[in-house]
């Protein structure tokens, strides 16, 4: 079964600074490796896809990579705004589309 | 990207009813899938609702607690029976869209009181 683990659990940063987020999974068979979004009372929103064949893949001030053989995903976040603070997870999934999510980075962006 | 719709967004239980959430993609998908976020928690996936057979559940999920429908390419329901305050969550309904990106309805947070 994967195992997906975010670290940190919350993070705060002031405006501009560019954030990290990391991801790891134990098992690198993984198929696709997907980042969301989660606001405060919603749902989720998808903002990245890495399928197993790619290193990366990027979106505006968004920056995805995944390395399988170390089971690690970072999602980089160019130029922190306040607009950026929710929470962001990290799911793994299998050939069949079920996904395994880490707990969660919840950032804060100071203004 | 894949439009995803649930119903009802919100409710408030009372303990030992049960709700039906329904959940409406806005074309045919073969996949279906029902997560539960509890509160604090990240996403747990309960079953795999299969058009045309029983749905696939996951460990520690049940029919009898948690029967799913899946009448069509494009719908499916999942009752959370018997409710207690456990059950207070937000379900959510996902479904492989473009490119396999996965996408989710914004949810449907259940309260029981």
Do not use: H
């Amino acid at each position: 079964k994967q195992e997906v683990t975010q670290i940190p659990a919350a993070l705060s940063v002031p405006e501009g600074e560019n954030l990290v987020l990391n991801c790891s999974f134990t098992d690198s068979a993984i198929y696709n490796l997907q980042w969301f979004r989660q606001d405060p009372g919603k749902g989720l929103t998808s903002l990245l896809l890495i399928q197993s064949s790619q290193r990366e893949q990027t979106s505006g001030r968004l920056n995805a990579s995944l390395d399988k053989s170390s089971g690690r995903s970072t999602l980089y976040i160019a130029a922190s705004q306040p607009g950026d603070s929710a929470t962001y997870l990290c799911a793994g999934s299998t050939n069949d589309y079920k996904l395994s999510f880490g707990a969660g980075t919840t950032v804060t962006v100071r203004a | 990207s894949a439009v995803i719709s649930q119903k009802p967004s919100r409710d408030i239980c009372q303990r030992g009813t049960s709700l039906t959430i329904q959940c409406q993609v806005d074309s045919q998908v073969t996949m279906m899938f029902w997560y539960r976020q509890q509160p604090g928690q990240s996403l747990t996936l309960i079953a795999t609702a299969n058009q045309g057979s029983e749905a696939t559940y996951e460990s520690g999920f049940v029919i009898d607690k948690f029967p799913i429908s899946r009448p069509n390419l494009t719908f499916s329901t999942l009752t959370v029976s018997n409710m207690s305050p456990e059950d207070s969550s937000i379900y959510l309904c996902s479904s492989p869209g473009p490119g396999n990106t996965i996408y989710f309805g914004e949810g449907s947070w259940l309260t029981v009181v």
